[in-house]
């Protein structure tokens, strides 16, 4: 059974930084491609960014390109998000999941699958 596990979460003041860690059991990451998500109370779901599988391309979403950077070390079975230069606006529960080798539906989650619990994060000061 594919599970993920998210950690990394918490409080931090504007312009601070966060790692996020999207552990994974019950399968290998090698063959998945792993999105972040995020969603804020009131607002839609949204795909922040996303490491394939084949290539290991990543993808951002323009409200965190060059703040955020996505990354995965398939030997820990571990992919990992770097939040730099947080704004009060990325204030969200941040989820991973996976999608067959390419992040072509990351923007809207279509084909991604096993849902992390999520983990929270809270830009304020």
């Known amino acids: 059974q594919l599970q993920f596990v998210e950690s990394g979460g918490g409080l931090v003041q504007p312009g601070g930084s966060l790692r996020l860690s999207c552990a994974a059991s019950?399968?290998?990451?090698?063959?998945?491609?792993i999105g972040w998500f995020r969603q804020a109370p009131g607002k839609e779901h949204e795909g922040v960014s996303c490491?394939?599988?084949?290539?290991?391309?990543?993808y951002y979403a323009d409200s965190v390109k060059g703040r955020f950077t996505i990354s995965r070390d398939n030997a820990k079975n571990t992919v990992y998000l770097q939040m730099n230069s947080l704004k009060p606006e990325d204030t969200a529960v941040y989820y991973c999941?996976?999608?067959?080798?390419?992040?072509?539906?990351?923007?809207?989650?279509?084909?991604?699958?096993?849902w992390g619990q999520g983990t929270q994060v809270t830009v304020s000061s």
């Open positions: 999941a996976a999608a067959s080798y390419y992040c072509a539906g990351y923007v809207s989650g279509s084909g991604f699958g096993s």
């Open positions: 019950g399968f290998t990451l090698d063959y998945y491609a």
């Open positions: 490491i394939s599988s084949s290539d290991g391309s990543t």
